[in-house]
């Protein structure tokens, strides 16, 4: 897939560059269950100020033994980022990421391609295995065949948006002389989130890119660089974009170097843009900003980030 061609993926992913996204909810809610105002307009002030995407977590059930007040961002993904995607017009929507093990194959198919047909080339898909075992219960899903079932999905889930009226049997479906309505309009970008219980060899054959939680820069260098050989065994003119999601709080002092917080930093914006350039420099095409933990209101947060930081890591493009 030549993915210049497709307008999300190309504005918002370029080799020996990196975007900047969002998290959902848009929001300092620290350790409180979000409110969830102001988020359309939220959503629409980071399309303005040049953020790449916004990113919408899977989350079933709220777990008070998971770390997680906002239980991904309280509304169901696709059904809020459809939402989203009506209220906004350029910029890019994408899960982090979709529990593949826990969505039927067939129905998660009809799902992204009617989301690409009303919003076409801005649906970002992550996906991962899962890792919240409440969920899989409430599934009657047995978390130790998450990696399979990821394994037997991906591939029925390619057989259903790519083919027509080409029979297949799996483990979990089988079609004859049927066909998934609609057809994306076009190819969906689908990035692996972590391991997700497979193989580096796996994620490099399969994802469009990768998607990878945040480490030292030397840290993650090695494994940028263990991806792209990965990579370039299977294809070796193919370029596939590396992401890092990071928890983030802007400190009013905008020189302040990275102060390490709980899966990510506390940095002045100014020191944010060197810092982000070191990720550059090693191969990060696009960040993850989640505003959660944040000690500053998150609308003055991303107008500063839209002043200070966006202007060196604007997107690739604007053309609609």
């Known amino acids: 897939m030549n993915w210049q061609s497709h307008y999300g993926f190309s504005r918002m992913i370029k080799p020996?560059?990196?975007?900047?996204?969002?998290?959902?909810?848009?929001?300092?809610?620290?350790?409180?269950?979000?409110?969830?105002?102001?988020?359309?307009?939220?959503?629409?002030?980071?399309?303005?100020?040049?953020?790449?995407?916004?990113?919408?977590?899977?989350?079933?059930?709220?777990?008070?033994?998971?770390?997680?007040?906002?239980?991904?961002?309280?509304?169901?993904?696709?059904?809020?980022?459809?939402?989203?995607?009506?209220?906004?017009?350029?910029?890019?929507?994408?899960?982090?990421?979709?529990?593949?093990?826990?969505?039927?194959?067939?129905?998660?198919?009809?799902?992204?391609?009617?989301?690409?047909?009303?919003?076409?080339?801005?649906?970002m898909i992550g996906l991962s295995s899962g890792d919240r075992r409440r969920d899989f219960e409430a599934m009657n899903v047995p978390i130790m065949d998450r990696g399979r079932l990821f394994r037997e999905a991906f591939d029925y889930v390619q057989h259903l948006l790519y083919t027509d009226y080409s029979n297949t049997e799996t483990p979990l479906g089988k079609m004859e002389n049927v066909t998934l309505v609609p057809k994306p309009m076009s190819k969906i970008p689908m990035f692996i989130t972590g391991y997700a219980q497979q193989t580096l060899e796996y994620v490099a054959k399969h994802g469009d890119g990768w998607m990878f939680y945040p480490q030292s820069v030397d840290e993650q260098k090695g494994l940028i660089n263990q991806y792209r050989k990965e990579v370039a065994s299977f294809e070796a003119e193919t370029f596939k974009p590396f992401f890092q999601p990071v928890v983030f709080d802007l400190a009013e002092n905008k020189d302040q170097e990275p102060e390490k917080i709980a899966l990510g930093y506390r940095v002045g914006s100014r020191a944010l843009v060197n810092w982000l350039k070191e990720y550059e420099a090693i191969g990060v095409n696009h960040v993850l900003l989640s505003l959660g933990d944040s000690t500053r209101p998150a609308e003055e947060v991303m107008k500063e980030l839209g002043e200070e930081v966006i202007p060196y890591f604007p997107p690739h493009h604007d053309y609609k």
């Open 16 to 123: 020996n560059h990196l975007t900047i996204g969002l998290n959902m909810p848009i929001e300092n809610h620290g350790k409180e269950k979000p409110t969830l105002d102001h988020q359309v307009e939220r959503v629409q002030l980071a399309e303005k100020l040049g953020f790449s995407s916004i990113w919408f977590q899977d989350v079933l059930l709220e777990d008070p033994t998971f770390d997680d007040p906002a239980t991904g961002q309280i509304l169901d993904s696709f059904i809020y980022l459809t939402y989203m995607g009506a209220h906004t017009k350029r910029i890019n929507l994408g899960t982090a990421a979709s529990v593949l093990s826990l969505r039927h194959p067939a129905r998660f198919a009809k799902e992204i391609a009617s989301i690409e047909n009303l919003i076409p080339e801005r649906l």
